[in-house]
């Protein structure tokens, strides 16, 4: 088993991203990543190996914000910002505006929304998706890929 400071310094880029593509918001993400680690620090020895410490601990990141949400109910589920879409999903999206992108990403039923928050906002690959997700990188493709479309066809068929 790894010391906690190797699994801080090689997953907690992980937890972070995955946290920030929730909620938007750095410092928040920042929090919870550090709330993550603590609560896996006192939770060390519940963990079996039977899944990958990035996922335990995603797991865990997830459980936290579940947590923060309850006791902070009028939290948004994220904001739009000036750098909520990187360029290159701009362009899959078309000429469609930010706001109504993000319209449309929020009334997508889950797996798919949150795939695709964690593709388009946390910048993460298909394997980490799936890592987090408890699933493979190829139903996090799959998953991304149908649900992109989904969201393509309800913003106008834009096509590529």
């Known amino acids: 088993m790894q010391s906690m400071e190797e699994i801080y310094q ?18 928040l993400s920042e929090e919870l990543t550090q709330e993550t680690y603590y609560q896996a620090i006192r939770s060390i020895d519940r963990y079996d190996g039977s899944c990958k410490i990035s996922t335990w601990l995603c797991a865990i990141a997830k459980n936290q914000l579940r947590l923060y949400r309850r006791k902070h109910p009028e939290m948004q589920e994220w904001e739009a910002n000036d750098t909520a879409v990187p360029s290159a999903e701009q362009d899959v999206f078309g000429g469609n505006g930010r706001i109504e992108i993000l319209k449309k990403l ?55």
């Open 10 to 27: 090689r997953y907690a880029q992980t937890v972070y991203r995955y946290l920030f593509s929730v909620t938007r918001d750095h410092d």
């Open 106 to 160: 929020h009334g997508c039923p889950e797996p798919g929304r949150e795939v695709l928050y964690l593709r388009i906002f946390g910048c993460l690959s298909f394997k980490e998706i799936g890592e987090i997700m408890g699933k493979t990188e190829n139903w996090a493709r799959v998953t991304y890929y149908r649900s992109k479309e989904k969201l393509r066809k309800e913003l106008g068929g834009y096509e590529e």
